[in-house]
């Protein structure tokens, strides 16, 4: 699904390689030290950082040089995921039509995608009348709208409380499931892992390791992630 | 390969930064076809350039002189009225000129309130003609702007400074020579050298209290040699000497120009426990009342004699009021359709950069640009039938510089905040603006249109080269009606143009910030 062959970001004394791959459908959770690259790997995928050597592929299509909008990828931020401005109906609705043209079956399939998330009622708020968490899930709605196949979250729900936390990460679990997307989301949790990832990709010394079995590697994890983990 | 990661482009407004230039440029090229170096520099030059320098620097002087006390008083006192004033300090910004010059006469005028006083007291009378008028006019445009700069300086010196001194228990001398001191010097020389340019190339004050050889200034001399004369090739001329003079200035002035507070934060206090003595207190309170009765006698006195002239206004008044909104209007629309692309492609560059375009503008002064334009245009079509739309473009490019610096700001903060989100939603080009960034400007939008609309509103320049005897600003009028002594008239069409002016701003600033909330 998602292939990163000799990928080599350079972000002044930083650089960062990466030879990996990812199957279609799987969760993969991205954990490692802070300031280790796991926000820059995913830019690089989601087309905001430059790579300078190798090539980036997401369904045997080569993204490398494909401007953000224009990949098989959506993307939640660790914030700013949703225009104050506009209305929930909006927000979502860009996911769809970026000119918010919307026909009929459009605002059909927007509604849909709301009271999926859980937000009927709501579609004429702005998000500032909406609690963190529902915030959260308009942003998962328009994901849903988006539809693509590959959903980078970059952890856009690290400013919610633990349970609510968890509540997200369940709906994401269940939205991915739904639509056949795989998931790329970068955690500082170890319980995250457990919780929803089939895989762990390992970022630490400038290096980005191949995805591996989430329960056997936290089972027994190699000395770097075992300094990491505590 | 680094990429541009906008969600918009520079293109157009690589196009409209090309008209400005162009704009300026083709007023260089018909000046250039007519004037003749030949003409050397007589006395008459000589004694206009003197007479410029000489009022621009005693106005930047005594403004930044009194501004400093008054912004003292206003930094460090708590008291009711207080916000008013300093909001009655951004008001000569708005404020139509000609509006300004009567409410002077009617304070320092021939019959004005203070010379009644003097003569009651026995003493002589001031005249307001002259050097004095222009350089009084001056100040009180640019003692509030002095004053607002000066106010933001104060307001950038961290509280916990003042808390320090408190600590130490520093006597005034010392709290002014460590705290206060350091800062003037940073924002005195820059706040001196704008007021400086800006008084460089006022026209509608030096049309209206200076005048005769002795008291004309370098773009009063072009306008009299276009309109008493019409001799080209002088204004052409004197355009030139014009350009050297302000550009000169303005060059020098762009690298020590303090960034101009065009609004908001200037509300908060900075708890002070220095300059408690009643001498202090006093002295505080002389200035804020000198201060506040210097810029509100004079609005006073047109709001009084024009409600009572508003009944003698003949019809032309209210025909060139109208005429006078849709140049508002036009000129707004020119603003936005240059300002907004321009901003734009600010915005996707290196900060600090292009925007020297804008400034271009303010350097190159009305009457030379009216001047080179009216040459080109000459030949070609009638320029008297074209002088609504040059002036609405003219004045529109003299608000472009603020606009640009209320706007490029905003768009900043709308990118770096929803820019990410913005690409992506692959929401690019026209669909960004219409769905992120014009939503997220819009306070700002409506503020630089306001500002906008009503400078043009009361701007009295380029339209006094093209004047069409019939259809004319209301600016120009109220001018032809104080010429011919219809004081009361002049009275009535002078409130009708401070409520206009006031108005147009007022609503834009206002509907924007609202719409921006709805």
Known sequence: ?230 | MARQLKPISGALGAVAGSFVVAAVLLAFVGIGLRAKVTSGLGPAEWQAIRFTVVQAALSALISVVFAVPLARALARRQMPFRQGLVTLLGAPFILPVIVAVLGLLAVFGRNGWVNTGLEALGLPAVSIYGLHGVVLAHVFFNLPLASRLLLQGWQSIPAERFRLAAQLDLPPRMVFRSLEAPMLWRILPGAAMLIFVICLTSFAVALTLGGGPRATTIELAIYQAFRFDFDLAKAAWLSVIQLVLVGTAALIALWIIPQIPLSGGMDRMVKRWDARGGLQRLGDGVMIVAGASFLLLPLLSVTLSGLSGITQVPASVWQSALVSLWVAALSVCVLLLLALPLSGWITTRPRGSAEAIGLLGLSASPLMIGTGWFILINPVADPVSLSLPVTAVVNAMMALPFALRILVPALRDALDSHGRLCLTLGLQGWNAWRWVLLPRALPQIGFAVGLTGALSIGDLGVIALFADPDRTTLPLQMYRLMGAYQTEAAAGAALILLAMALAIFWVCDKGGRWYAQA
């Open chain 1, 1 to 230: 699904m998602l292939k990163l062959e000799g990928v080599r970001i350079q972000q002044g004394s930083f650089s960062l390689t990466a030879d990996l791959a990812v199957e279609k459908g799987r969760k993969v959770a991205v954990i490692g030290p802070s300031g280790a690259g796991k926000s820059t790997l995913l830019g690089a995928v989601g087309g905001f950082v430059d790579v300078v050597a190798g090539r980036v592929a997401c369904g045997g299509q080569d993204i490398t040089d494909a401007r953000p909008g224009a990949r098989p990828v959506a993307m939640l931020f660790q914030d700013n995921n949703l225009f104050p401005h506009l209305s929930i109906r909006q927000n979502v609705g860009l996911g769809l039509r970026s000119n918010l043209r919307l026909s009929a079956r459009d605002a059909q399939q927007v509604q849909a995608a709301i009271a999926r998330v859980g937000l009927d009622g709501m579609e004429e708020r702005r998000p500032a009348a909406l609690s963190g968490g529902q915030q959260s899930r308009a942003a998962l709605a328009r994901v849903l709208v988006q539809d693509k196949p590959l959903l980078l979250l970059d952890e856009p729900f690290a400013a919610l409380g633990p349970a609510l936390r968890a509540e997200m990460l369940a709906l994401v679990g269940d939205l991915v499931a739904e639509t056949g997307a795989t998931l790329l989301m970068v955690t500082h949790a170890p319980e995250d892992v457990a919780r929803i990832a089939d895989d762990v990709i390992f970022v630490d010394a400038g290096r980005a390791d191949a995805p591996v079995l989430a329960a056997a590697l936290m089972a027994n994890p190699p000395p770097a992630l075992r300094a990491y983990l505590g």
